[in-house]
Structures are given as structure tokens and as C-alpha cells.
């Protein structure tokens, strides 16, 4: 379910980058990326699980489904809070420093 | 357990490689792409560090959320030695165990999957350039 969730974390941020790139700034391909690196390592957990239990990998317990389906919900939230500290702390829109520095007005201008 | 290291190990060591690839780079290629199929724009050429970036990107983002899950799952704790299943010798081997075969996989799939990419940038590359010369041959004639 974790993988689950977040390969499609991962598909809907690679769907918006595509409509957003190439002129978007705000490090869309990061969190894509982000994600597509978390469903491989998942898919690569999967695998093993798999080798491990069998046709049993897809029947889990109800109580099994829904907290993996709660830690791909975080998870998805994790890496969009990862992305937003990003964007923050490089600022390619400048918004940060331009909220923070007024423009000093000389006496010619005013 | 702790499989989410070795991918971490690999993203340490290509941040570092990018960094000095980074600082080796200087010249950038141009490239002449028909972005809209009509008119020809001068592009630059993508830089390798800026492709070591796609895999620094996959192995930190998909390891700091595989760290999560470890989390969640009660293997990392917040005190020494931060990870449960080094308390004890049993548990310590079977983790050395998982990260020298789930790990070991991760890390390799993720560089695998980045090769691809980095594979697909160049054959486009190659395509618009042998475009480009193409071009300027139909020119010349």
C-alpha cells in the first residue's frame, strides 16, 4: 500500500512538472524525483517481501492495509514538506528576499 | 531494518562526485534544438553534474523517506546506538544481511534506472545534433 501510494505521489508531481516545464521554477523536478527514488527502493522491498510470502504479499490483514496506507499518506506528505523547505530556502522566485529586503528608495525616486 | 543506509552511503558519495565535477565544468555545449518544430533554438547542452544531480535527488529523497518508514516501524530510535536492531548480536547480523541484499538491490535499480536516463538525454542529444548538421548542410547547399 505504501508503494502504492506513493508511486501515484509520484505520477500526479511527474504529470504536473511536465505541464509546468520547462519555464517553471519551482523545483517541481526535485520532488518528483524525490518520490520515483522512494517507489524503486519500495518496489526493490516488494520484491524481497514477496520472495518471502508469496501470493500471501497480496492478501494482507485489514489492520495491515490501513496503516500502510497511513504511512504512504506521510510519506507523501513527508516529501511535499521536504520539496517546500527546499523551494523556501532556495527561493528561485525570489519571493523570500523580497519579502524580507525592501527596496531602499534613494530621494530621486520618491 | 536499515536497508535505506546503503542507498544514503551512495547519495553521499555522488554529492560529493558532483561537486568536484561541478567545479570542473566550465565550458558549457551549445546545442540547436526546433523546440516547436519550426524555430531552431540555441540550448545548452546538459551538464553531467546536473544529471549526477537527477541520482543525488533519487537516492537522498527516496532514502530520507525510506528513513521514515523505519521510523514509523519503531527501528530507529531517537538514542544510541539509533537503530534497534543493533542492540543485539542476532539482530545485527540479520540486519547486515538485509542491507547487503536489499540494500545493495535498491541502490543498484535507482543507479540502473538513472543510467536509462542519462542514456535517453544523450541519444536526444546525438538526434538533435545530427538534426542540427543536417540543417546546416541544406544550408550550405
Known amino acids: 500500500m505504501t508503494l502504492l501510494v506513493t508511486v501515484f505521489a509520484a505520477i500526479i508531481s511527474t504529470i504536473i512538472w ?33 520472495a518471502k510470502l508469496g501470493s500471501g504479499y497480496f492478501t494482507p490483514a485489514p489492520a495491515e492495509m490501513l496503516n500502510d496506507f497511513y504511512l504512504g499518506l506521510s510519506v507523501a506528505a513527508l516529501g511535499l514538506i521536504i520539496w517546500l523547505v527546499i ?23 520618491a | 531494518m536499515a536497508c535505506f543506509i546503503v542507498p544514503a552511503a551512495e547519495a553521499v558519495i555522488t554529492a560529493i562526485a558532483g561537486k568536484i565535477v561541478r567545479s570542473k565544468e566550465s565550458v558549457k555545449e551549445p546545442l540547436e534544438v526546433k ?38 516501524h519503531g527501528e530507529i530510535i531517537p538514542h544510541f546506538p539509533f537503530l534497534t536492531a543493533a542492540g543485539n548480536a542476532a539482530d545485527t547480523a540479520e540486519m547486515l ?10 541502490a543498484v535499480l535507482v543507479t540502473a534506472v538513472w543510467a536509462c536516463m542519462v542514456g535517453v538525454t544523450a541519444a536526444a542529444e546525438k538526434k538533435a545534433s545530427k538534426a542540427e548538421s543536417c540543417v546546416v548542410g541544406e544550408e550550405e547547399q
Open chain 1, 18 to 50: 511536465y505541464m509546468n516545464a520547462p519555464k517553471s521554477k519551482m523545483k517541481l523536478g526535485s520532488l518528483c524525483l524525490m518520490y520515483w527514488g522512494a517507489s524503486l527502493m519500495w518496489f526493490v522491498d516488494a520484491l524481497f517481501e514477496y
Open chain 1, 87 to 109: 523551494v523556501l530556502i532556495k527561493d528561485p522566485k525570489g519571493v523570500i528576499k523580497a519579502t524580507l529586503f525592501k527596496k531602499v528608495t534613494t530621494e530621486g525616486e
Open chain 2, 35 to 72: 523546440l516547436d518544430g519550426n524555430k531552431a533554438e540555441t540550448l545548452e547542452k546538459v551538464p553531467f553534474s546536473r544529471k549526477l544531480g537527477w541520482l543525488n535527488n533519487m537516492l537522498w529523497g527516496g532514502s530520507a523517506l525510506l528513513a521514515f518508514e523505519h521510523l514509523w
Open chain 2, 97 to 106: 544481511n538485509e542491507m547487503s541484499t536489499v540494500g545493495v538491490a535498491m
